[in-house]
């Protein structure tokens, strides 16, 4: 069974850049068929997807955080990536990574248990 | 911008049988919007219960359902246990690699 969890810093300062991991046991990124994901939640808010990557390396992002938002992979650790960039108060999240069929019939199906980011100074 | 719309809150009896919905505002929700929907508990990360309009998960009990409904994607819960109490988040895809997620239903069991 597929695993995910994720890793990093739990406070990072305003005007900073936010960096985090997942790591993916039980099945290899490279092997194809699926997007690796980033969602966030902000506190007692609901869901917000960031963006997501294929092991080849091509990115997807969402609009509204494209400008700030990094996804990479690498596949000979099987961890893919997020850096989001210029952050402030309002990037204060739990943050999520999870898998997704590329059929994109089918999302999110595992997840990692969630790593609350604080920004603050 | 895209909205996704859902029922902020709804309640159910314990045995009895609720439909949450799931409304986009670029008008009706079709089937290839690829409707997914998440129950998320306190505490815990969401969990996939529905895929694809309407198809379950291995381990989605069967009390869930997922359907097209009045232009709108909506899930069933029939015989409701307590421990469905809990947040549920429907997901749209857009195409062109965008989704959206909305704004969650919270339901109680009461």
């Known amino acids: 069974q597929v695993q995910l969890q994720e890793s990093g810093p739990g406070l990072v300062k305003p005007s900073q850049t936010l960096s985090l991991t997942c790591t993916v046991s039980?099945?290899?990124?490279?092997?194809?068929?699926?997007?690796w994901s980033w969602i966030r939640q902000h506190p007692g808010k609901g869901l917000e997807w960031i963006g997501y990557?294929?092991?080849?390396?091509?990115?997807y992002y969402n609009p509204s955080l494209k400008s700030r938002v990094t996804i990479s992979v690498d596949t000979s650790k099987n961890q893919f990536s997020l850096k989001l960039s210029s952050v402030t108060a309002a990037d204060t999240a739990v943050y999520y990574c999870?898998?997704?069929?590329?059929?994109?019939?089918?999302?999110?199906?595992?997840w990692g248990q969630g790593t609350l980011v604080t920004v603050s100074s | 911008q895209t909205v996704v719309t859902q029922e902020p809150s709804l309640t159910v009896s314990p045995g009895g049988t609720v439909t949450l919905t799931c409304a986009s505002s670029?008008?009706?929700?079709?089937?290839?919007?690829?409707p997914n929907w998440f129950q998320q508990k306190p505490g815990q990360a969401p969990r996939a219960l529905i895929y694809?309009?309407?198809n379950k998960h291995s381990w989605t009990p069967a009390r869930f359902s997922g359907s097209l409904l009045g232009g709108k994607a909506a899930l069933t819960l029939s015989g409701v246990q307590p421990e469905d109490e809990a947040e549920y988040y429907c997901?749209?895809?857009?195409?062109?690699?965008?989704?959206?997620f909305g704004g969650g239903t919270k339901l109680t069991v009461l």
């Open positions: 999870a898998r997704a069929l590329v059929t994109a019939d089918e999302w999110f199906d595992y």
């Open positions: 039980g099945g290899s990124i490279s092997s194809g068929g699926y997007y």
């Open positions: 990557i294929y092991y080849s390396g091509s990115t």
């Open positions: 670029t008008g009706a929700v079709t089937s290839g919007y690829y």
């Open positions: 694809s309009t309407s």
């Open positions: 997901l749209l895809y857009y195409g062109g690699a965008q989704l959206v």
